[in-house]
């Protein structure tokens, strides 16, 4: 059988490794236009619940990772000078580069040699070819081929983010918000590493704009992010990597497969970076993937609708709750009028998957110093 794969960043790696796992005389060729150390970003974050998913799945994936990362419980949210912890929420977190090479690694030991620097503009490298796989992000050549076999629908968040990192390793994913000279920001942050953080910084559309940020240079809207945030840095500074101003884009894709050929991770759909990673959900595809072609001997005229119609309910789900959670920070200046221990509630709530109760029963002690609060403020 002939697989080709467009893209050698997880999702594309992961998903030849599992391939040839399952089918070792498989003839796997992947194609990724960057070098093989190229990787934009950070940080990649797990929730508790996601390695829960990957270790069931796929225990020899988890063992190689699970290693590397860092860990810790809760999420704080920073807001007018006061720290408020939400508990029970477990994260791990490693860099992206870390991350791809141990996929290199495991892809190498089962065989499958990718080609680095070679950009494919015409899917007709992979004539003959039983299954085509589109590993290869947003901007997908598989999908571009034939969009309207796809249903394709992308369109634009208004908010503003630009992904940085920083030497300064922080204690728990924290949210923290800052009204400003411009206008209101906001920063996403973690540790994926004992001395490295992902900084995603994020304002609306007026802040971009009194700030001037469209026409400077990286280095001096860098400096400002940096005064912004200057009690968070305590020293440290900001780590420029492509670190470019953008909108986030929201794909969707009615139909996940056109002829043998097949979407994946970005290629097939995004989701908000303030509720879950891109990487994990992409990896949940590939297993549902693999496990479609496996149920159906590799007959991909039947794996491929048998894939979308296991995993699509699970998406959708995961998805819209992303985009209740896109939509929440879409307007997380007028949030920030809320007093810190509010905000942290609407922040909890944001998603519309859970109630005030279902989060008391993961966050027991937020909920409880809430209620207490809000009981104070009634007297």
Known sequence: MRIGILGAG???????????????????????????DATWGFGVVFSKRALEFLREGDP??????????????????SHKGEKVKVDGIGFSAIGRLEMLKL??????????????????????????????????????????????????????????????????????????????????????????????????????????????FENMLEEEY????????????????????????????????????????????????????SIGSGTRLAMEDVIALVDALKENDFDVTKALPAYQEKRQPVLTKLTAAALSSALWYENFGEHMALDPWELA????????????EDVAKISPRFVEQLNLREKEAAL
Request: a negative charge.
């Open 60 to 77: 020899e994936t988890a063992d190689l990772i699970e290693p590397k990362m860092e860990t810790w419980d809760g999420i704080t949210i």
């Open 222 to 273: 860098r400096k400002i992010c940096e005064g912004i945030f200057v009690e968070e840095f305590e020293g440290h500074a900001l780590i420029n990597n492509n670190s470019i101003w953008r909108r986030f884009p929201v794909l969707e894709n009615a139909r996940w497969y056109h002829k043998n050929r097949v979407l994946v991770g970005d290629a097939l759909h995004t989701a908000h970076y």
């Open 345 to 356: 509630r609407s922040y909890a709530l944001r998603s519309g998957r859970l109630s005030i």
């Open 103 to 212: 996929f290199q690694q495991q892809a190498a030991k089962v065989g499958v040699k990718p080609i680095y620097d070679m950009r494919i503009d015409s899917l007709s490298v992979f004539d003959g070819a039983d299954l085509v796989i589109a590993a290869d992000g947003l901007n997908s050549v598989v999908r571009a081929e034939a969009p309207q076999s796809y249903g394709e629908k992308t369109y634009f968040l208004h908010n503003r983010f630009c992904w940085y990192g920083t030497t300064k390793p922080f204690e728990t994913l924290t949210q923290t918000f800052k009204e400003t000279e411009y206008g209101f920001f906001n920063v996403h942050h973690y540790r994926f590493s004992p001395n490295q953080s992902t900084f995603l910084v994020e304002c609306d559309e007026v802040a971009f704009r009194n700030a001037g």
């Open 10 to 36: 997880p999702a594309g790696l992961y998903a030849a490794t599992l391939i040839k796992r399952a089918k070792p005389d498989a003839d796997i060729q992947i194609f990724d236009q960057s070098p093989a």
